[in-house]
Every structure is written in structure tokens, then in C-alpha cells.
């Protein structure tokens, strides 16, 4: 089906849809629901406007501004994206239970959150961070704009099985651990970004790499992760290889060190 990309992942981790409750493993089938205030350009590695057209910041380095893209929709009829919504989304980042990637270094980075206008969101830091927007609020991270009425009034556990974003798509099927289905959203004319090529994304868990490597050769799957010994393998039989630059990162962890009092 041309309209469709298929998708092979080793995993949907934690299975849930609100960007706080679980890790990056989820960003495939996330980053088509949500929007993010930056995006990175792909050229440069530089963040550029996404839902914030424009930012600035404090000489101190204290105090970052956003300013956010006028008129953008919510999916299903839930209204514009607001200051609030951006507030929402990044308090419950730093919420003491949250599981994101960035929520721990957020929690100690971030003093406080205030919105002075439907459209500005003003960051204040406990200490300057020149990184902000390129290393936490980027499209390369996971702090998602989620609708703050959606969840208000659906409840968080409802609201994780049918979120509800600004991106190009709608969740439309979901089955733990097997199956995604992300579709075109309807209302097509409130999409501020491109329009995607696809009307449906479909996601499968394949936790096994021998499998992922058997569905792109028989066209079942469009986009899967190998491992380098297949590489060879995939070019020999015609198939694509694109590598992700800076995709990865070492980290080295000190366990036993506690901050003093």
C-alpha cells in the first residue's frame, strides 16, 4: 500500500503515549503525534523554530522566553496550543514521578514556569544553561506538547491510551506490545508543518533483529533498525542502509556517589 509506512521496532518499551510516563524508545511513533517548541535543522544541528517561532534569552542566562506560533490546532477539535499547554507539558517532565530521559536533569535545572501571555512561555533556570532549547526542548528530546485539557478532563491513565497532540497523526489502534496504528489526522487543514507523504504509519514490535531483516526483504516492513552484520546483506539484495548520524552517545555512570548535604 503506497499510502502506508510500515515500521519494524525492537520494542515499544513502555507501550504508553503521554511523554512523561516512559523513555525515548517511544519516540518513533511519539514525534509523529507531538510537536516540540524547536526543531533541530538537519544540516546544521542548530535548533530552529518549531511550535516557538522565536526565543530569546536573559543576559544572566536565567530567564528564556518562548514565543509561540499563532493559531496552531490541537488534534480532534481541542483548540489552539496555548502558553498553558506548553506549562503542562514541561511541569509534568519535571514531576518527581516522571520517566523521561530529561526529566532529572529538567527537575534540578528548571526554578519555574510562568506564562504571560497565551503565546509566551517564560523558562526560569537555577542556573544558565546555553543548551536549553538545542539539548532539552528540541525535536532530538522528549518534552512533547500535550493538550493540558485533554488530560485534565480525561484523566492521565485515559489520556495515555488516547492522546492527543498538535502532529501530523492520531492514534487510531493500539495493542500492547504488538501493533501501533498512527493515521493522517482528520481535520488535514490545521496542519502548520508539511503534509506528511503517508496517510497511515504502522508500527510493529519485533523484538527479534533476524525477523526485522526478513520483513524488509520481503517488503512487510518499510523502516527497521539491523545490526552492522546485516548491512552487507541488506546492500547485497538492494535494499537502502541510511546510518543516523549522532544518534548515540556514551555514558559512563559513577555509581555510589551521593551529593552532600
Given at each position: 500500500?503506497?499510502t502506508t ?6 520494542t515499544?518499551?513502555?507501550?504508553t503515549f503521554?511523554p512523561?510516563t516512559?523513555?525515548?524508545?517511544r519516540k518513533?511513533?511519539?514525534d509523529a503525534?507531538?510537536?516540540?517548541l524547536c526543531i533541530?535543522?538537519?544540516a546544521?544541528g542548530e535548533?530552529?523554530p518549531?511550535?516557538a ?10 530567564a ?5 506560533r ?12 496555548s502558553s498553558?499547554?506548553?506549562a503542562?507539558s514541561?511541569?509534568?517532565i519535571i514531576?518527581p ?6 526529566s532529572s536533569?529538567?527537575?534540578r535545572?528548571?526554578?519555574s514556569?510562568?506564562?504571560p501571555g497565551?503565546n509566551?512561555v517564560v523558562?526560569?533556570?537555577t542556573?544558565p544553561?546555553?543548551?536549553?532549547a ?6 532530538a528530546?522528549q518534552?512533547g506538547?500535550v493538550?493540558a ?9 485515559a489520556?495515555n491510551e488516547?492522546p492527543v ?6 492514534v ?8 501501533i ?12 508543518r ?5 496517510e ?5 514490535a ?7 531483516v526478513a520483513m ?9 533498525p ?5 548491512i552487507a546483506d541488506m ?7 541510511r546510518p543516523i548520524?549522532q ?6 555512570r ?6 552532600e548535604a
Amino acid at each position: 500500500d503506497p499510502t502506508t509506512l510500515a515500521i519494524a521496532m525492537p520494542t515499544f518499551a513502555e507501550g504508553t503515549f503521554l511523554p512523561w510516563t516512559g523513555g525515548g524508545q517511544r519516540k518513533p511513533y511519539l514525534d509523529a503525534i507531538y510537536d516540540y517548541l524547536c526543531i533541530i535543522d538537519i544540516a546544521t544541528g542548530e535548533p530552529g523554530p518549531g511550535l516557538a517561532e522565536s526565543w530569546s534569552v536573559t543576559e544572566d542566562g536565567l530567564a528564556w522566553t518562548f514565543r509561540l506560533r499563532p493559531d496552531v490546532q490541537f488534534q480532534r477539535g481541542y483548540g489552539t496550543v496555548s502558553s498553558a499547554d506548553v506549562a503542562f507539558s514541561i511541569r509534568q517532565i519535571i514531576r518527581p514521578t516522571a520517566r523521561a530521559g530529561p526529566s532529572s536533569p529538567l527537575r534540578r535545572l528548571i526554578k519555574s514556569i510562568e506564562t504571560p501571555g497565551p503565546n509566551v512561555v517564560v523558562i526560569n533556570l537555577t542556573r544558565p544553561d546555553p543548551e536549553l532549547a538545542k539539548g532539552y526542548l528540541a525535536n532530538a528530546q522528549q518534552v512533547g506538547i500535550v493538550c493540558a485539557r485533554h488530560v485534565e478532563e480525561m484523566g492521565e491513565r485515559a489520556a495515555n491510551e488516547s492522546p492527543v497532540g498538535s502532529g501530523p497523526y492520531e492514534v487510531s489502534f493500539f495493542r500492547r506490545d504488538s501493533e501501533i496504528h498512527l493515521t493522517f489526522r482528520r481535520d488535514a487543514q490545521n496542519i502548520w508543518r508539511t503534509r506528511p507523504a503517508f496517510e497511515r504509519l504502522t508500527f510493529r514490535a519485533v523484538p527479534e533483529v533476524s525477523t526485522r531483516v526478513a520483513m524488509l526483504k520481503t517488503g512487510e516492513a518499510d523502516i527497521a533498525p539491523i545490526s552492522y552484520d546485516d548491512i552487507a546483506d541488506m546492500k547485497h539484495v538492494g535494499l537502502g542502509v541510511r546510518p543516523i548520524p549522532q544518534s548515540w552517545s556514551p555514558v559512563v555512570r559513577l555509581g555510589g556517589l551521593v551529593q552532600e548535604a
